[in-house]
C-alpha cells in the first residue's frame, strides 16, 4: 500500500465556480478513486486562493466585506466540490492564519534567492502583472484580455532569483525526475525556462493591500505565486512539521495556462527549500463552449450546477472525463451533452443494466460479489498501464468498449429465446452479469454514484431491476 498524494489548482474566489473549474477536480478525483481501488492511503488537495487587488475589488464593488466576500465564495467552492462526488480530504485557504504563517516561514527560508529591486516598465491592472515591452508592442498597448490600457510603473519590490535554479530544474524534467504531462508540453516549458527571468514576489503596500505581509518589510506584501503555490506543502503542515509521508506530490494536476508557474517558480522554490520536486504535474486543457472561450462578455459562460443538475452528477463526469480528452482543450454544448446522455449512458449503459437486471431477475441470477472482479480489475494490465500513464479519457474509453461488447453479447446470445424453449438460462445471464461487474469495477473512479448502484443491484441476494432505469431517456 502506497501514501498517495494529489493536488489540485486553487482557484481565486473572484467569483463562483465556472465549468472550466471541474477539469481539476473531476481529473484528480477519478485518480484518487483509483488510486484507493489499488488499496492505496490517498491524500487530495484541494482549497481557495484568496488574496488580490482583483477580489478585494470585487468585494468593495459589491460592498461586501472583504473577509465575509472570501468566506462566501470559498464555500461555494467547498460546496462544488462535493457537488463533483470529489472526494479531497484537504480543504486549503490562502487567508488561514496557518496558511499564512506558514507561508512567511517558506519566504524566510528562501530569502538567500530573493533580493529587493526597482521594476520600471509596463502594468496591467485587470491581470493585476506586469508586462514586457514584447507584449506590449504585440498588443499595441492595450491588454486583449481586459481592453484596457497597458499603464507605466515604477515600483520598488522583491524578486526570486529563478537562474539560482535553472541548471536543476532542467535536469530534473529532462531526466523526468518530475515528469510534465502531456509530455508534448515538455519541449514548450524547457524553452521558457531558458529564458525565465527572476520573478517579482512582492508588491508595495500601496499597490497591494490584501496579500501576506513579507517578514521583515512592512512597506511589502507577497505577490500571489509565493503565497498560492505554497499551499500544496502548507497544507500539509510545513514549515511546521515533517511532510515526507506525503511529499513529494504523486502528482499535481493544473490547467494548461498555470503549467509554467507550477515548472519553474515551484521547483525553484522547492529547491530553495531543500524539498523534493513533484513526481508528475499533469496538465489538462481548457474547455470551451461551442469552440468559443468562455466570457461574461460574450455572454457565453455555462453554469456548471445546470450540467450537473440536468441528468445528475455521473453525466456530468461522463461527459467531461470522456468527450473531453484530459490532455486537450474539449468542446461542450447542450447538444452534445444531451446526444452523449442519451445515445450513451441511457442506451449503452442504462439499458444494458436493466435489461440485464429485468432477466436475471426472472432467471434468479444470485450470489454474485465483486471479489472476482476486483481480482480482474488488478490483472487487466492495459487499463492499469492507461491509468498510471494518466491517460484516463483513454481508460475510459477502453473500459466502455467493453460495456459495448456485453450488448452485443446478449443480442447474439439472446437469452431471452433460451427461456422461451425451456432451457437454462441462467449460465449465460450470470456470466453476461459477471461480465458487467468486471466493467463497472473499471468504471469506478469515473462514476462513483453509478456504479455504487449497479454493485448494489448486482451483488443483491435477490436481483431486483432499478425502478426505473439509471439514465431515464429526455
Ligand atoms: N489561482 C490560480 C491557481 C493557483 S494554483 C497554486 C488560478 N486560478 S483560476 O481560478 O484562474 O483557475 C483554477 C484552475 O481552473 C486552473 O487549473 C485553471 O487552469 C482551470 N481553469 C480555468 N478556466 C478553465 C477552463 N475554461 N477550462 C479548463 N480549466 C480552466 O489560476
Given at each position: 500500500m502506497a501514501k498517495i498524494y494529489l493536488t489540485t489548482a486553487i482557484p481565486y474566489v473572484n467569483g463562483a465556480p465556472h465549468l472550466g473549474h471541474t477539469m481539476d477536480y473531476i481529473i484528480a478525483d477519478t485518480f484518487s478513486r483509483y488510486h484507493k481501488l489499488l488499496g492505496d492511503e490517498v491524500?487530495?488537495?484541494?482549497?481557495?486562493?484568496?488574496h488580490g487587488n482583483k477580489i478585494f475589488q470585487k468585494a468593495a464593488a459589491s460592498n461586501i466585506d472583504i473577509q465575509d466576500y472570501v468566506d462566501q465564495n470559498s464555500l461555494k467552492f467547498q460546496n462544488f466540490i462535493k457537488k463533483l462526488h470529489a472526494e479531497n480530504t484537504d480543504f486549503v485557504r490562502t487567508t488561514d492564519a496557518d496558511h499564512m504563517r506558514r507561508c512567511q516561514a517558506i519566504w524566510q527560508k528562501i530569502s538567500d534567492h530573493i533580493y529587493p529591486s526597482k521594476y520600471e516598465g509596463w502594468y496591467c491592472s485587470g491581470c493585476e502583472s506586469y508586462v514586457t515591452q514584447?507584449?506590449?508592442?504585440?498588443?499595441?498597448?492595450?491588454c486583449p484580455d481586459h481592453q484596457k490600457p497597458y499603464e507605466k510603473l515604477s515600483e520598488e519590490n522583491y524578486y526570486f532569483r529563478i537562474s539560482?535554479?535553472?541548471?536543476?530544474?532542467?535536469?530534473?524534467?529532462?531526466?523526468?525526475?518530475?515528469?510534465?504531462?502531456?509530455?508534448?508540453?515538455?519541449?514548450?516549458?524547457?524553452?521558457?525556462?531558458?529564458?525565465?527571468?527572476?520573478?517579482?514576489?512582492?508588491?508595495?503596500?500601496?499597490?497591494?493591500?490584501?496579500?501576506?505581509?513579507?517578514?521583515?518589510?512592512?512597506?511589502?506584501?507577497?505577490?500571489?505565486?509565493?503565497?498560492?503555490?505554497?499551499?500544496?506543502?502548507?497544507?500539509?503542515?510545513?514549515?511546521?512539521?515533517?511532510?515526507?509521508?506525503?511529499?513529494?506530490?504523486?502528482?499535481?494536476?493544473?490547467?494548461?495556462?498555470?503549467?509554467?508557474?507550477?515548472?519553474i517558480i515551484w521547483p525553484a522554490m522547492l529547491l530553495a527549500l531543500g524539498l523534493p520536486l513533484p513526481k508528475v504535474i499533469c496538465s489538462h486543457g481548457f474547455i470551451l463552449a461551442d469552440g468559443q472561450k468562455m466570457s461574461k462578455s460574450i455572454g457565453n459562460v455555462v453554469d456548471p450546477n445546470e450540467v450537473i443538475d440536468k441528468y445528475g452528477i455521473d453525466a456530468c463526469r461522463y461527459y467531461f472525463l470522456r468527450h473531453v480528452d484530459n490532455f486537450s482543450d474539449g468542446d461542450f454544448t447542450w447538444d452534445k451533452y444531451d446526444s452523449a446522455y442519451n445515445t450513451e449512458l441511457a442506451n449503452?449503459?442504462?439499458n444494458l443494466v436493466q435489461r440485464l437486471a429485468t432477466m436475471s431477475a426472472k432467471n434468479q441470477v444470485a450470489g454474485l460479489d465483486t471479489a472476482e472482479s476486483h481480482s480482474a480489475f488488478l490483472d487487466d494490465q492495459d487499463y492499469l498501464d492507461m491509468m498510471n500513464r494518466f491517460e484516463f479519457t483513454k481508460a475510459f474509453d477502453y473500459a466502455w468498449t467493453k460495456?459495448?461488447?456485453?450488448?452485443?453479447?446478449?443480442?447474439?446470445?439472446?437469452?431471452?429465446?433460451?427461456?422461451?424453449?425451456?432451457?437454462?438460462?441462467?449460465?449465460?445471464?450470470?456470466?453476461?452479469?459477471?461480465d458487467l461487474l468486471n466493467v463497472n469495477e473499471l468504471l469506478k473512479p469515473f462514476l462513483p454514484v453509478t456504479t455504487a448502484r449497479i454493485e448494489e443491484v448486482f451483488t443483491a441476494d435477490q436481483i431486483v431491476p432499478p425502478a426505473t432505469p439509471l439514465f431515464p431517456k429526455q
Open positions: 491524500r487530495f488537495q484541494a482549497g481557495t486562493d484568496e514584447k507584449e506590449y508592442d504585440e498588443n499595441h498597448g492595450v539560482d535554479f535553472k541548471d536543476q530544474i532542467r535536469e530534473k524534467i529532462i531526466s523526468h525526475e518530475m515528469l510534465i504531462l502531456p509530455e508534448f508540453r515538455e519541449k514548450e516549458i524547457l524553452k521558457m525556462l531558458d529564458d525565465a527571468p527572476d520573478v517579482s514576489v512582492s508588491r508595495p503596500k500601496s499597490q497591494l493591500t490584501w496579500g501576506i505581509p513579507v517578514p521583515g518589510n512592512d512597506e511589502q506584501v507577497m505577490y500571489v505565486w509565493i503565497d498560492a503555490l505554497s499551499n500544496y506543502i502548507t497544507v500539509l503542515g510545513y514549515a511546521d512539521n515533517d511532510i515526507s509521508d506525503w511529499w513529494p506530490a504523486a502528482v499535481q494536476f493544473v490547467g494548461k495556462d498555470i503549467l509554467r508557474f507550477h515548472t449503452d449503459l442504462g460495456v459495448q461488447a456485453i450488448n452485443k453479447r446478449i443480442d447474439d446470445e439472446k437469452p431471452w429465446e433460451l427461456a422461451k424453449k425451456g432451457e437454462d438460462a441462467k449460465p449465460v445471464l450470470t456470466s453476461l452479469c459477471k
